[in-house]
């Protein structure tokens, strides 16, 4: 008998039996089913499940959390026992899509196209941190190894475009390759770089009276380009001979989306672009920190709606436009604010099987995953989560105070540090999160008797 067995049979009896699964999959932490009938599970049941930290119902989907690994292993034991499950399945995606708001269409399409992407500005944002650390040390680079590591660090942004035009063009379906293609098109080095455009040291490229730039570092451009190159690949595979569509398809798509984008609505896009990116930096920078709070304090809110994803965009325009992220450590804030005061709750707990189940419930959040402790413990009294929220905002003044910029994306919490350049700026940056921790705590503590009583 496996490990899991009795688990995967809770999960069958809570949901109706293995007749009233559509299909499923599972995320980082998360088993996500979607049924036939969602009228028939017990949603009491659901929270005793063996190894479950949580459980709750959104976008027609069925989610028990199980934390990071363990939710591996438990769709491993379930797709053994009922079989199905491929998390790749297009299937599953549309029955997930069917259920969703336009907003969360929109919102998950981008997370589908930017999130494969995290890996490598993960890696370009810690080049940059052992780089920038590596300084601090009074360690000088010749202009050889200099111009090296300037390689390992401006790659992945210099070609942005590029891994965006391949992720997108793969998501809408067309062939991943035209995606490179277009994607090099859009960056080629006979095109006046943006950046040099921007700084007054190079001029745009005048062709049929219209001015192009490269587009280096943007992000809508690319995906627009994603996007039209596979409508018109699936379009012209309609009617196009199969006897010359290797010939046709290709050539008139690129063709096509190439004189769309450049010379029509691709300098109104990244026009548009700068806009939002700017707005936003504008906001985050209200007078006295108020942005830094509001972000700090809100931020893991998002994560409850599921559309936390979208922000990737926001980061990579920051990192693109002003060279450094500072959602990073907003982000952080807003999840160590919620930690601190689920640790609060869970030493106010007098049982101790219970207390060692909450707080093994927090520490995925040390990783920076939170869905476990937001489900699993503070959603479930406003006092913890409005505790949470309000040790975020302190965490996301201290942020503006203490001027923390990260240099990448992708990693927060513990290993958020190692985006930072210099000792000051990663200690910095660790005592922040004690601080917003210990206002978490403090506060869930301030309400203990009240607290005390909902858990």
């Not at 029955?95 to 919102?107: C, D, F, G, R």
């Not at 490269?214 to 627009?224: D, M, V």
């Not at 690949?233 to 769309?260: C, G």
């Not at 419930?361 to 476990?372: K, M, R």
């Amino acid at each position: 008998m496996g490990k899991y067995d009795q688990t995967i049979q809770q999960v069958l009896d809570v949901v109706g039996g293995q007749d009233n699964i559509k299909t499923f999959e599972h995320c980082a932490t998360r088993l996500r089913i979607i049924l036939k009938d969602d009228s028939v599970v017990d949603k009491e049941k659901a929270e005793e499940i063996e190894y479950v930290k949580g459980y709750f119902f959104n976008t027609g989907q069925h989610q028990f959390i199980f934390g990071t690994g363990t939710v591996n292993d438990v769709y491993a034991a379930l797709k053994a026992e009922i079989g199905g499950g491929d998390e790749e399945s297009s299937h599953y995606k549309d029955e997930v899509y069917a259920n969703m708001s336009p907003t969360q269409k929109i919102v998950r399409t981008l997370a589908d196209i930017l999130v494969p992407l995290i890996p490598a500005l993960v890696t370009t944002g810690l080049l940059m941190g052992v780089r920038g650390t590596i300084t601090q040390f009074g360690v000088e680079f010749t202009p050889e190894v200099a111009t090296f590591i300037g390689v390992l660090t401006d790659t992945a942004f210099a070609f942005l475009p590029v891994l965006i035009a391949y992720s997108a063009t793969k998501k809408f379906g067309g062939t991943p390759l035209l995606g490179i293609l277009v994607g090099l098109m859009l960056v080629n080095p006979a095109l006046p770089n943006a950046w040099a455009v921007a700084g007054g040291d190079a001029e745009p490229l005048n062709v049929f009276g219209i001015d192009l730039i490269g587009y280096q570092g943007t992000i809508f451009p690319a995906i627009i380009v994603g996007w039209l190159l596979s409508k018109l690949e699936k379009w012209l595979r309609t009617f196009v001979p199969k006897v010359i569509d290797l010939l046709v398809t290709p050539f008139v798509a690129v063709t096509v989306t190439m004189a769309v984008v450049m010379l029509g609505v691709g300098p109104f896009i990244q026009l548009f672009e700068d806009y939002v990116i700017n707005g936003i930096i504008w906001l985050i920078n209200a007078p006295f920190g108020i942005g830094y709070a509001v972000f700090g304090g809100l931020q893991q809110l998002i994560v409850i709606t599921g559309l936390h994803h979208s922000i990737s965009i926001i980061e990579i325009g920051l990192l693109n436009d002003v060279g450094y992220n500072v959602i990073q450590p907003l982000a952080t804030a807003s999840m160590a604010g919620q930690f601190g005061a689920a640790l609060g709750a869970a030493f106010l707990v007098k049982n101790k099987v219970k207390r060692t189940n909450m707080l093994a419930t927090t520490s995925s959040t040390l990783f920076g995953i939170t869905e476990p402790l937001l489900f699993g413990i503070n959603i479930r009294s406003l006092r913890i989560l409005g505790s949470g929220i309000a040790a975020g905002a302190v965490g996301g003044v201290l942020v503006k105070l203490f001027n923390l910029q990260a240099t990448g994306m992708g990693i927060t919490f513990l290993p958020g540090g190692l985006l930072y350049e210099g000792l000051v700026q990663i200690g910095l940056y660790y005592l922040m999160v004690l601080l917003t921790m210990a206002a978490g705590f403090i506060f869930v503590w301030a309400q203990r008797q009240s607290i005390k009583e909902t858990l």
